[in-house]
């Protein structure tokens, strides 16, 4: 099987449309997962709207789904500068970055749960694109 779903986004609440014709297949493919795959999509979303485009809708922001034969592939791309990356990637335990309750104000939330529901989760050099990849629990 394989299925892509292809989409530009001014702000995240378009979201909504675009996950009525992926979400059968979270459901299918994750089971009780599909939330945790679900949010790890909707942040990046946000992640690009926000701080790739400093919450304004002058330029789409682009999702691509691609349903393979044994994993989600998603991308997401924003017409921002990106952002420095790299410091996230390098802690091996991600407790580290929340010791306290009051750090969950901080930023950095939404790659922390990226990281820890996705199987890879990637960047391109300069920040604005997003991959992330995730097997199938469940097969056809």
Same mark, same amino acid.
């Given at each position: 099987?394989?299925?892509?779903?292809?989409?530009?986004?001014? /702000?995240?609440?378009?979201?909504?449309?675009?996950?009525?014709?992926?979400?059968?297949?979270? @459901?299918?493919? *994750?089971?009780?997962?599909? $939330?945790? =795959?679900? @949010?790890?999509?909707?942040?990046? =979303?946000? #992640? @690009? %709207?926000? *701080?790739? /485009?400093?919450?304004?809708?002058?330029?789409?922001?682009?999702?691509?789904?691609?349903?393979?034969?044994?994993?989600?592939?998603?991308?997401?791309?924003?017409?921002?500068? !990106?952002?420095? %990356?790299?410091?996230? /990637?390098? @802690? !091996?335990?991600?407790?580290? %970055?929340?010791?306290?309750?009051?750090?969950?104000?901080?930023?950095?939330? !939404?790659?922390? $749960? +990226?990281?820890? =529901? +996705?199987?890879? $989760?990637?960047? #391109?050099?300069?920040?604005?694109?997003?991959?992330? +990849?995730?097997?199938?629990?469940?097969?056809?």
């Amino acid at each position: 099987m394989k299925t892509s779903i292809e989409a530009k986004i001014r /702000h995240p609440r378009e979201l909504k449309s675009v996950r009525r014709r992926y979400y059968p297949y979270l @459901a299918k493919f *994750y089971g009780h997962d599909q $939330l945790l =795959v679900d @949010a790890s999509i909707s942040e990046a =979303v946000w #992640n @690009a %709207w926000t *701080y790739g /485009h400093d919450k304004k809708s002058h330029y789409p922001i682009y999702l691509n789904l691609r349903f393979l034969n044994t994993r989600l592939i998603v991308r997401i791309s924003d017409h921002g500068g !990106g952002f420095d %990356w790299r410091s996230y /990637h390098l @802690a !091996g335990d991600v407790k580290q %970055w929340f010791p306290t309750l009051d750090d969950l104000e901080q930023s950095g939330r !939404g790659i922390m $749960l +990226m990281l820890r =529901v +996705m199987d890879v $989760l990637r960047y #391109n050099d300069s920040g604005n694109e997003c991959l992330l +990849m995730k097997k199938y629990l469940f097969q056809e």
